[in-house]
């Protein structure tokens, strides 16, 4: 791959590749799979590997909000999508783009219907969520009654699939729960289906699901950070390839005397004389606060260069004593080495924030070769 020469996030989809490949070879061969693409498709590039994950053969997409699904229907990706959180006010556009909605409450479906009504849907794909113990969206047992009463007298919309989130799919310290919640799911299913005009696919697991209960995998699995590289476990992440690789420059290295201050605030003292590197990226791309003063590294040549001193807006400062470098020489921010789940639990914070939040300021570089 070619040398960055300004601050760059790669985007590796022979990556995604191999992730894709690892994950379906963990699944039953009549299992779907869902890629989940919001928020830019983790802080990567959206159109990119939504396009990727299609040659591949994926199933299904699902993204958050609407506007993150009208922008890949716009570049062409002709996939079932559906909307993780729509909201009523992007009813309209949900339905201009054809995007499958996540209806989760009383409301919603209400909301939803209604505008069905309004635009004469006929049997437009919807998606049932039910809360098993997140608490954050989804329906609860006590409305499956008047959910079919309102789903079965009307052609107006289908209900293509049921689902649930795990809370805790990672923790191993959590199986008691997360067993509850498969159990709960497999209750609520079991009443629900018999009520039903039509055989929607059943989906639980998100990427720790898959590795840690397969036996739930139902109809469908969905994976979103496993895709790009992390499996909240080490032995996992060693068989997945990172996606994103955050690079950037060196601008000007300085040779500080020891005494000497090192950025706003006079945070960093050096206690001996040291060489520092300045770096163009900082918390306005995506690199927080919380990663400064030597809560986090980057490499150069291989080698650890802690980040000094506080994190500027559009700068970092580098402690590159005693690493054989020179301006203009590339720098990994987070990539292969240190990965990002390396990079993000310095600052005690995990691979899906440092991701997503490396900001549109930086180039997405897309590498498929
Ligand atoms: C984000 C999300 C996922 C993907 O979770 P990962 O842990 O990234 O695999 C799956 N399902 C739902 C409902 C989500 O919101």
């Known amino acids: 791959m070619a040398k960055a020469s300004e601050t760059v996030l790669e985007i590796d989809l022979l990556a995604l590749e191999h992730n894709y490949r690892f994950f379906k070879s963990r699944i039953k061969q009549t299992t779907k799979f869902l890629g989940v693409v919001k928020a830019f498709a ?49 009813f309209d556009n949900l339905i201009t783009y054809n995007l499958e909605p996540n209806i989760y409450s009383i409301k919603i479906l209400k909301d939803f219907l209604r505008v069905a009504k309004e635009k004469e849907l006929n049997q437009y794909p919807i998606h049932l969520k039910f809360n098993t113990g997140l608490n954050r969206l989804g329906f609860t047992e006590i409305e499956v009654e008047v959910l079919t009463d309102m789903l079965n007298g009307q052609d107006r919309l289908e209900v293509v699939s049921m689902f649930s989130h795990l809370a805790a799919s990672e923790d191993l310290n959590e199986i008691a729960f997360t067993e509850k919640q498969i159990s709960t799911f497999q209750h609520i299913t079991s009443i629900f289906l018999p009520k039903l005009k ?31 590289g992390f499996g909240n476990e080490a032995a996992i992440d060693a068989q997945l390839k990172p996606v994103a690789t955050l690079k950037t420059v060196i601008s000007q290295i300085h ?35 919380q990663y400064g003063n030597g809560k986090a590294y980057v490499t150069i040549q291989g080698q650890k260069a802690p980040i000094i001193g506080n994190v ?35 600052a005690k914070t995990i691979s899906y924030e440092i991701l997503t939040g490396i900001s549109q300021r930086v180039t997405r570089l897309v590498v498929d070769n």
């Not at 209960?213 to 790009?228: F, N, P, T, W």
Request: glycine share 10%; charged share 20%.
């Open 42 to 90: 983790y802080g990567s590039d959206s159109v990119a590997i939504a396009r990727k994950l299609e040659v591949l053969g994926a199933d299904y997409l699902a993204v958050a909000y609407v506007s993150e699904g009208v922008e890949l229907r716009k570049a062409g990706i002709k996939l079932p999508i559906l909307v993780l959180h729509p909201l009523p006010v992007s």
């Open 198 to 228: 039509s055989r929607p696919m059943l989906h639980l697991l998100n990427t720790s699901g898959i590795i840690n209960y397969e036996k739930a995998q139902y109809d469908m699995v969905r994976s979103g950070i496993g895709l790009y």
């Open 312 to 346: 500027c807006m559009d700068m970092i400062m580098v402690n590159i004593t005693g690493i054989d470098c020179k301006e203009g020489d590339e720098v990994i921010v987070f990539g292969k080495r240190p990965t990002a789940e390396e990079f993000a639990s310095g």
């Open 255 to 289: 040779t500080i005397k020891m005494g000497q201050s090192i950025g706003y605030n006079m945070a960093y003292k050096a206690e001996a004389d040291i060489v520092t590197a300045t770096l163009p990226v900082g918390h306005a791309d995506g690199i927080g606060r």
